[in-house]
C-alpha cells in the first residue's frame, strides 16, 4: 500500500511546464522532510528537489532555476513546479519523506515512498 500519492504527470511540449503535488493520507507533512526524486528504467533514482520540515529548500543542478518546491500545508501537500522542461526531464517522479532532519539527495535516507507519477517532455 502506497504511504505517498503524487499527481500531475503528463505529456508536456519541450519548454512547457507542470506541477507535481504529493500528498501524504495519514500522515502531516508538514512535520517530515519531503523530498522529489526521478528515475528512468534501468537507471538510480535521481534527487531532483527537497523541501525540510523547516523550509529550507534544496535543487539538483539539472534544474535550478527552472524548478520550485513549497507547501501547502492546508492540504497536507508538497507541490514541485517545474518550467522550461527539457525532454532530459523525461521520468517517473517519486515523492519522498523523512521524519525531519535536513534535505539529503541520498533515496535510501527516505522511508515513506509513492506509486510514481510519469512525466513525459516531447520535443
Known amino acids: 500500500q502506497v504511504e505517498l500519492v503524487e499527481s500531475g504527470g503528463g505529456l508536456v511540449q519541450a519548454g512547457g511546464s507542470l506541477r507535481l503535488s504529493c500528498v501524504g493520507p495519514g500522515r502531516r507533512l508538514s512535520t517530515y522532510t519531503v523530498a522529489w526524486f526521478r528515475q528512468t528504467a534501468g537507471k538510480e533514482r535521481e534527487f531532483v528537489s527537497g523541501?525540510?520540515?523547516?523550509?529550507?529548500?534544496v535543487f539538483a543542478d539539472s534544474v535550478k532555476g527552472r524548478c520550485t518546491i513549497a507547501r501547502d500545508t492546508a492540504k497536507n501537500m508538497v507541490v514541485l513546479s517545474m518550467n522550461s522542461l527539457k525532454s532530459e526531464d523525461t521520468a517517473v517522479y517519486y515523492c519522498a519523506a523523512r521524519f525531519l532532519g535536513e534535505v539529503t539527495q541520498t533515496s535510501s535516507a527516505y522511508r515513506s515512498w509513492g506509486q510514481g507519477t510519469q512525466v513525459t517532455v516531447s520535443s
Open positions: 523541501i525540510a520540515w523547516s523550509n529550507e529548500t
